[in-house]
């Protein structure tokens, strides 16, 4: 990416505001006022034909009538005008554009964002927005926006997609006591996206983390390999995950793949944080701002109430980092800072009567000891003890300490006195919350950020001989015969080609052909019927399974038949598939989705009522390596069934994972053709004994 632009339009030493306005009442008016007020320190440059000045600056006609350059230029004018503003603005050579201006792709108007951009990009002059509010920033001084103040000064920025959210959150900086560095608002992305902002974020020095209010990606994949790049942590919070409104899909993967999880499984393997809503956002820009990773997962929590413990306790299990006493020496030493009645295990209640003192004690000795990974440090305020004195006495523990690398946060649960401790806490770059549960969640985000970014250092790319010729041939045959959906027959040939394990599956045309096939594959055998009507066979009672001998197998194909007419008159049947009977073994589904924003998707999953009912399935935007794929497979609440429960021998993960990663390479080479496959089911034997496939399913794109 060519940084000089970006810098031009986040860093501006010059900028001009494209329909400056004298009447208080416009936007143009108000980002002039925003402007001044801020206290920016480099040259500003009202352009209006119609005013010569404006709060006492000098107003010039054209961006062409500035005498000097001009690095940045916002502008206001209605839509319909924007683009001979950026032609102006090109032959000017200003480098970027904060586009205020509504009435384009986000009231219809594509065709007209589309001809604006295009004429930016022929004069090489990047666009934030157009529909934003503008961007604000404190170390630039710089509120060229039209939202009210820069906000409270912080570590962290804020790019937005809901410019109205953008000026609410920059007024609740004030009141949440939580400061951006940066706020900005990004609009339509018709230019810059998001990719683009935290590239350019990551290497700017004035902020350390870099939080994200997404309702949609354009690009998920471009976003994916600048989020997994980037040194700085990456928070987001995605708004518009529930199922109201999702389309309704072809495949049962299809209904399972919602935004929630196709973009949970795209951060998670970016190494980007997810923030649960506003607060937490918050509260997680604030963290991961001040504190670095936790790179294991020994936490200690001190604390002078029993209560509070507790609480920070059940909220460590719930986020992923169970408690574990620390270890004998430990607690040994501890004992000597507290009173009898204290517990030195984990959390270390130090009681009621701790001060200054105990905590300056404990803090200082737990933080540098070699097993302390992360320490969350609590207090409830009592009318013994002062907030203040036990902020300092941690302060004074924390910088004696100098120990790097291991993050602190901090709950007082209190009144007023606590407030102000905590606010004065934050100023020393720990982060403190009002309730034990905050601070262990904070912690957490840490803890899994470490985790993600171990992970995402991990390559994805792999080489695995595959027959990807032999998959496109017979795609072709089945376009060519006019459909958009592979049978069970074509579909297991593809998964074939790419060494799947698949029953042997070979298509009878007539009872006696079923016959003969049947002695050829060896009894017992399955039959099925073949349909590109009949997606769903077992419902067209077209499924008949442990056929033993000929007379079952004729049965079964007079059946099979006449229930595919009764189901559907007019479908059009290829024949009957004779299938080996595979033998029981652990059901799970495999599947994938082509997924609008992140493209080929992978999904796991057990099979039967795990999938149907506990939607108990996992995604990977694929490709998918074998590694990731064995942390799939740990990772669904089902896991255990698959680890071996009571007395039952393991299943052969390894092959499980090799056929995911299998599966995952097939749709990412397949991904201009395949919209939507599954295998579901596949059964799963003991260790070494490998699986098959019994049913597979590929919906194709239309074209
Ligand atoms: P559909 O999903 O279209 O209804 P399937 O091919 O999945 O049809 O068959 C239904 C069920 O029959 C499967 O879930 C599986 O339990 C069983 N089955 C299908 N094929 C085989 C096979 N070759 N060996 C063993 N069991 C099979
Ligand atoms: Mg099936």
């Known amino acids: 990416m060519d940084r000089s632009k970006l810098d031009g339009l986040m860093r501006p030493k010059s900028i001009a505001i494209v329909g400056a306005s004298t009447d208080p009442t416009k936007i143009g008016y108000t980002v002039v006022k925003n402007i001044i007020e801020g206290g920016y320190e480099g040259k500003i440059y009202p352009i209006n034909p119609k005013a010569t000045e404006l709060l006492g600056l000098k107003v010039y006609p054209t961006l062409m009538d500035v005498p000097d350059d001009i690095d940045a230029a916002v502008i206001t004018v209605p839509a319909k005008l924007v683009i001979s503003v950026v032609e102006d603005a090109g032959k000017k050579g200003v480098k970027g554009l904060i586009i205020i201006t509504s009435g384009f792709a986000e009231s219809g108007n594509r065709k007209l964002e589309q001809e604006v951009v295009a004429k930016a990009q022929e004069y090489g002059v990047r666009i934030l927005g157009p529909n934003i509010v503008g961007t604000l920033s404190n170390a630039e001084k710089l509120n060229a926006s039209f939202a009210p103040t820069l906000p409270l000064p912080g570590k962290g920025a804020l790019i937005s997609q809901s410019g109205a959210l953008l000026i609410s959150l920059d007024m609740a900086t004030f009141t949440r006591k939580v400061g951006f560095e940066k706020l900005i608002s990004i609009g339509n992305m018709s230019d810059i996206d998001f990719a683009d902002l935290v590239e350019w974020l990551d290497e700017d020095e004035s902020v350390s983390s870099?939080?994200?209010?997404?309702?949609?990606?354009?690009?998920?994949?471009?976003?994916?390999?600048?989020?997994?790049?980037?040194?700085?942590?990456?928070?987001?919070?995605?708004?518009?995950?529930?199922?109201?409104?999702?389309?309704?899909?072809?495949?049962?993967?299809?209904?399972?793949?919602?935004?929630a999880k196709v973009y949970g499984a795209a951060f998670q393997q970016a190494g980007v944080v997810q923030a649960t809503d506003l607060n937490n956002l918050f509260d997680l820009s604030l963290t991961l701002s001040l504190q670095p990773p936790m790179y294991g997962d020994n936490l200690v929590i001190i604390t002078n109430g029993g209560g509070v413990g507790v609480l920070a306790t059940d909220a460590a299990e719930r986020f992923g980092l169970p408690l574990k006493f620390v270890p004998k020496d430990v607690q040994e030493e501890l004992k000597k800072h507290m009173p009898e009645f204290g517990s030195a295990k984990n959390p270390v209640d130090l009681t009621g009567m701790a001060g200054y003192d105990w905590y300056y004690d404990t803090v200082k000795f737990v933080i540098a000891h070699a097993w302390t990974e992360g320490l969350v440090i609590l207090y409830c305020e009592t009318a013994m003890t002062d907030p203040m004195e036990i902020a300092k006495g941690i302060i004074v523990a924390l910088d004696e300490a100098n120990v790097h690398g291991k993050p602190v946060t901090i709950s007082f649960v209190g009144g007023e006195k606590s407030e102000k401790a905590m606010q004065w806490l934050v100023e020393q770059n720990i982060p403190s919350f009002s309730a034990p549960d905050l601070a262990v969640h904070a912690i957490s985000a840490l803890r899994e950020y470490a985790r993600m970014k171990e992970i995402v250092s991990e390559s994805d790319h792999q080489t695995i001989p595959v027959d990807k010729e032999q998959a496109l041939r017979i795609i072709k045959l089945a376009r060519e015969d006019g459909r958009d959906s592979l049978t069970e027959v074509e579909a297991k040939q593809v998964f074939a080609a790419y060494g799947l394990p698949t029953t042997t599956t070979l298509l009878a045309k007539s009872e006696d052909e079923a016959v003969k096939l049947a002695k050829e594959i060896g009894f017992p055998i399955v039959m099925k019927i073949v349909s590109p009507d009949i997606l769903h066979k077992s419902d067209a009672g077209g499924v008949k399974v442990n056929i033993k001998d000929v007379t079952s197998c004729r049965e079964a194909f007079k059946t099979i038949m006449a229930n595919a007419k009764e189901y559907k008159a007019d479908a059009n049947i290829h024949g009957i598939a004779i299938q080996e009977m595979a033998p029981w073994g652990t059901e799970v589904i495999l599947g994938s989705v082509n997924d609008a924003t992140f493209g080929p998707t992978m999904m796991f999953g057990l099979g039967g009522i795990f999938v149907e009912i506990l939607k108990d399935v996992t995604f990977r935007v694929a490709p998918v390596s074998k590694n990731s794929a064995l942390r799939m497979i740990g990772e669904i609440r089902g896991a255990p069934i698959l680890a071996g429960v009571r007395g039952e021998e393991p299943r052969d993960r390894e092959m499980l994972a090799e056929t995911i990663s299998r599966y995952a390479q097939m749709i990412v080479d397949l991904q201009d053709d395949v919209s939507e496959s599954d295998a579901n089911p596949v059964l799963v034997y003991a260790e070494g004994k490998g699986l098959k496939v019994v049913d597979a399913r590929i919906i194709l794109k239309k074209k």
Do not use: C, N, Q
Request: glycine share 12%; hydrophobic share 50%; aromatic share 6%.
């Open 210 to 259: 870099i939080s994200l209010y997404i309702e949609g990606f354009k690009d998920g994949r471009k976003f994916m390999d600048v989020a997994k790049k980037a040194k700085k942590p990456v928070i987001a919070l995605k708004a518009g995950v529930s199922a109201h409104g999702a389309v309704a899909a072809a495949s049962h993967t299809g209904s399972l793949a919602g935004a």
